[in-house]
């Protein structure tokens, strides 16, 4: 693994998580974010993520404790919490799940919803299914 998902893991000490330690980041306590990647050599859109999220960490110092999903853990992940697109970012609050901002935005975007999601406001802690519709 190269590039920048790799920064995230070898070089910002992102944890790369699955089993045991993933439900009990998704618990603990505060705001968490979990990095969805998907395949970085078939989705062009993983590698932009992956740049971006140090800073957003950056833009909201303190606000949220960022990690990775193990690829291995991924679709598992997918379906607990009903997210499809990847790369996505899943916003947690004590265990609940707050949010989740899906693929490369605009960086007011970013920061638009981000503080939503931190102020418990945002729209995006609805569900995706599936089959495309929206779960509240």
């Known amino acids: 693994m190269t590039g920048p998902l790799h920064r995230l893991i070898n070089e910002l000490d992102y944890p790369c998580l699955a089993g045991e330690e993933l439900a009990a980041f998704v ?3 505060g705001t968490r974010v ?4 998907g395949d970085p050599a078939t989705n062009l859109e993983t590698n932009d993520v ?3 999220l140090p800073e957003l960490v950056k833009a909201f110092p303190g606000r949220f404790k ?3 999903v193990d690829r291995a853990e991924e679709d598992a992940t997918r379906e607990r919490f009903q997210v499809w697109p990847v790369p996505s970012l899943l916003f947690f609050q ?3 799940m707050t949010g989740v901002i899906s ?3 605009d960086w007011d975007d970013y920061l638009g919803e ?3 999601i931190l102020q418990g406001t945002s729209a995006s802690a609805n569900i995706i299914a599936r089959d495309g519709s929206v779960r509240t």
């Open 34 to 37: 979990l990095f969805l990647s």
């Open 66 to 68: 960022p990690a990775v």
């Open 114 to 116: 981000i503080h939503s």
């Open 94 to 96: 004590d265990g609940r």
């Open 50 to 52: 992956a740049a971006i």
């Open 27 to 29: 618990t603990g306590p």
């Open 103 to 105: 693929k490369v935005r």
